[in-house]
């Protein structure tokens, strides 16, 4: 059984920094990429950043490009992302998600597949206060 566990959401003032940490178990061996996604409470749910596994691409939402880094430690299994300079518009629910897939939602275009990935975590709460 494949398992997502998202953690590191919290509240931090605008300006600051949080890393979020996501925690895959099970047969993860095969996934083509992993994915950060963002919900607000009334928007649409937003692609933050994929990694390309395989390859090691990196791709981000044009509302975070320069401020977020992902990342992924293999032998840990565990994905990251490093938020910098973060501002009140960046507050959501962060969910990761991971697909063994691959195609399109691995490349530039993976927030047109924002209800497209095979597997998801619980979410975790990101709130940045003005």
């Known amino acids: 059984q494949v398992q997502l566990v998202e953690s590191g959401g919290g509240s931090v003032q605008a300006g600051g920094s949080l890393r979020l940490s996501c925690a895959a178990f099970?047969?993860?061996?095969?996934?083509?990429?992993m994915a950060w996604f963002r919900q607000a409470p009334g928007k649409e749910r937003e692609g933050v950043a994929v990694i390309d596994i395989g390859g090691g691409s990196t791709y981000y939402g044009d509302s975070v490009k320069g401020r977020f880094t992902t990342s992924k430690d293999n032998a840990k299994n565990t994905l990251y992302l490093q938020m910098n300079s973060l501002k009140p518009e960046d507050t959501a629910m962060y969910y990761c998600?991971?697909?063994?897939?691959?195609?399109?939602?691995?490349?530039?275009?993976?927030?047109?597949?924002?209800?497209?990935?095979?597997?998801w975590g619980q979410g975790t709460q990101v709130t940045v206060s003005s």
């Open positions: 099970g047969y993860t061996s095969s996934w083509y990429c």
């Open positions: 998600a991971a697909d063994f897939r691959g195609g399109r939602r691995c490349g530039p275009q993976f927030s047109d597949y924002a209800f497209d990935f095979q597997y």
